[in-house]
Nanobody, 118 residues
Framework: QVQLVESGGGLVQPGGSLRLSCKAS????????MAWYRQAPGKQRELVAG???????NYADSVKGRFTISREYAKMTAYLQMNTLKPEDTAVYYC????????????WGQGTQVTVSS
C-alpha cells in the first residue's frame, strides 16, 4: 500500500483559508483515487471530498462551494483547499487513497488537526 503524509493543518479564524497537502510514496499515485475525510470529537469520520484518477470530484454538501480537492501527479500530492472556514469545520482531517474510483481506499494518513476559532 502507498504511504500518505498530511500537512497544512492549524488554527484559523472563521472566514479564513487553509490548504492541506497529502504526499504519497510509491509509483502508483496516478491510479489511486484520493480523498479527504474528517472526524470531529464525538462524531463519526465523514467523507469531505474525493477525486478519481481521471480527475472527477465529489464533495460533501456541507463543503460544496467552499472546499476544492485537487491532485498534482508529478509531485504525487493531493490537496484540499479550504476557504470560508467555519467553526463546524474543526476536526482532524485524514488523507485517504486506494485503487479504483471510489472511497475509502486502503491507505490512510496520520491526520492533521484543523481548528477554526476566533
Amino acid at each position: 500500500q502507498v504511504q500518505l503524509v498530511e500537512s497544512g493543518g492549524g488554527l484559523v479564524q472563521p472566514g479564513g483559508s487553509l490548504r492541506l497537502s497529502c504526499k504519497a510514496s510509491g509509483s502508483i499515485f496516478s491510479i489511486y483515487a484520493m480523498a479527504w475525510y474528517r472526524q470531529a470529537p464525538g462524531k463519526q469520520r465523514e467523507l469531505v471530498a474525493g477525486i478519481t484518477p481521471g480527475g472527477s470530484t465529489n464533495y460533501a454538501d456541507s463543503v460544496k462551494g467552499r472546499f476544492t480537492i485537487s491532485r498534482e501527479y508529478a509531485k504525487m500530492t493531493a490537496y484540499l483547499q479550504m476557504n470560508t472556514l467555519k467553526p463546524e469545520d474543526t476536526a482532524v482531517y485524514y488523507c485517504n487513497g486506494g485503487y479504483g474510483t471510489s472511497w475509502p481506499g486502503g491507505s490512510w494518513g496520520q491526520g492533521t488537526q484543523v481548528t477554526v476559532s476566533s
